[in-house]
C-alpha cells in the first residue's frame, strides 16, 4: 500500500495544479527539453516580466487536475511538459512564440484561452495579435488620419484662395 504521506504530498500538488489552472486567464503546455539552464533563466525572467509564472509538474499529477476540472489536454501531456500561468491572455504566448523564435528546442504544445484549449497552430496566431498598448495606437492613428487629411485638404484650399 502506498505511503499515505507521499499521497498527501501528491493530492496538495494535484489541489495546486488546479488553483493555478483556475485563477489563471491563461496556460500554456511547452516543451523545454533541449533548453540551456541559462536560457531557462532567461525564459523564466521573460516570463515573470510578463506577469507569467512557469512551472514544471509531472504529466500524472497534471492529468489528474485537469480531469478534476474537465480540460481535455490528454493528447498534450506526452513527453516532459512545463505550464505557464499568466493573469493576461496573451502574455505567455507572446513571450514564448518569441523565445521560441530564437530557441529552436522550445516548442509549443497547446495553451487554454479564453477558457478553451488551443492547439500550437492557434497558439502562432495569437502571438501575432499585436499588444492592448499597440492596438490603442493603432486605434489612436486610425482616428487621427481624417482629421489630418482635412486639415491637409484645408490648407490646400486655403493656399489656392490666396493664389486667386
Keep these: 500500500m502506498a505511503n499515505t504521506k507521499i499521497i498527501e504530498q501528491k ?8 488553483d493555478n489552472f483556475a485563477n489563471a486567464k491563461s496556460a ?8 540551456t ?22 504529466n500524472t499529477l497534471t492529468k489528474r487536475a485537469v480531469d ?14 512545463a505550464i505557464s500561468f499568466s493573469s493576461d491572455e496573451l502574455a505567455p504566448v507572446r ?4 523565445f521560441a ?7 509549443l504544445k497547446a495553451g487554454i484561452i479564453e477558457g478553451k484549449v488551443r492547439d500550437a497552430a492557434e497558439l502562432k496566431k495569437y502571438a501575432a495579435i499585436p499588444s492592448r498598448e ?5 486605434l489612436a ?5 481624417p482629421i489630418r487629411n482635412l486639415a491637409i485638404c484645408l490648407d490646400l484650399y486655403a493656399k489656392k484662395l490666396e493664389e486667386k
Design 11 to 18: 493530492a496538495t500538488v494535484v489541489s495546486e495544479i488546479k
Design 28 to 35: 500554456v503546455l511547452f516543451d523545454y527539453r533541449g533548453l
Design 37 to 58: 539552464v541559462s536560457e531557462v533563466t532567461a525564459l523564466r525572467r521573460a516570463l515573470r516580466e510578463a506577469d507569467s509564472s512557469y512551472k514544471v509538474y509531472k
Design 68 to 81: 478534476e476540472l474537465n480540460i481535455d489536454l490528454d493528447k498534450y501531456l506526452e513527453g516532459p511538459s
Design 95 to 98: 513571450v514564448l512564440s518569441d
Design 101 to 107: 523564435k530564437d530557441h529552436e528546442a522550445l516548442e
Design 134 to 138: 499597440g492596438l490603442l495606437t493603432m
Design 141 to 145: 492613428g486610425g482616428l487621427m488620419q
